[in-house]
């Protein structure tokens, strides 16, 4: 697949919650921008924020629905997300210290695992890390292309003084994710297949509940057949 077919997919996904999606990368920028002013508040909520991106533009691509609210689904997980984001940001700043190349590497190389903390909310924030290293392992390049090819939109999110970057940064995300689930071998039919056995469990307990009820209802109908049958006999019918 190359940059082309990820902005596809991704554009046919945003139908209908393009929205919601642009609201809520709208309020994760305006908390992150209201907490800068301290930088402190920046170190703590960026990881658990990203986190929560992350929750909601994977469910978008897998075709779960998405509200506002769940952005702060991050939280929940916070000690993780903010020890990811801190360790993240601390070897990129290290490796742009050699040159701006080393840190553009190490940011494509360590792009993907909040995606990861996401889909593996137990796994450490070191092996999110070196698993996104491994994912991205050879794919560097592709998602430079991937990121690069939205040069076109960004020129035009600059000359609408930044307003029309509230559509294009949900764009973005959601391609970047259709990245990452291709990089895992994540397909449309792979999620159906994984929602498939759920469903048929619930058929099949409702099946059975079913047939207990009429299995019960058989029965109780043959212990009424079973019982005798009494009439009553007045004295005046007796000659």
């Known amino acids: 697949m ?114 990861i903390l996401q889909d593996n909310p137990t796994m450490s924030p070191t092996d999110a890390r070196k698993k996104s290293m491994e994912l991205m392992n050879g794919h560097k390049w592709q998602l430079f292309c991937l990121r690069f090819s939205f040069i076109g939109w960004m020129i035009l999110g600059m000359l609408t003084l930044g307003i029309l970057f509230i559509w294009i940064a949900p764009y973005m995300q959601l391609s970047e994710v259709e990245f990452y689930r291709h990089l895992i071998g994540e397909t449309e039919t792979n999620v159906q297949a994984q929602a498939k056995p759920a469903s048929q469990s619930g058929n099949s307990q409702n099946t059975s509940a079913q047939g207990e009820t009429q299995t019960n209802a058989d029965k109780q109908d043959k212990n009424d057949d079973d019982k005798p049958t009494y009439i009553e006999v007045k004295p005046e019918d007796i000659h």
Do not use: H
């Open 2 to 115: 190359n940059a082309k077919d990820y902005r596809n997919l991704a554009w046919k996904k945003l139908s209908g919650d393009w929205g919601t999606l642009a609201i809520i990368t709208l309020i994760a920028g305006l908390i992150l921008s209201a907490v800068s002013v301290t930088g402190v508040g920046v170190i703590l909520l960026a990881g658990p924020i990203a986190l929560g991106l992350a929750f909601c533009f994977l469910a978008k691509a897998r075709g779960q629905k998405v509200e506002v609210q769940s952005m702060f689904n991050g939280f929940s997980n916070f000690v993780n997300a903010f020890v990811l984001e801190v360790v993240n940001s601390i070897f990129i700043a290290l490796w742009s210290l050699l040159f701006i190349v080393p840190g553009v590497i190490a940011e494509l190389s360590y792009s993907m695992s909040f995606y």
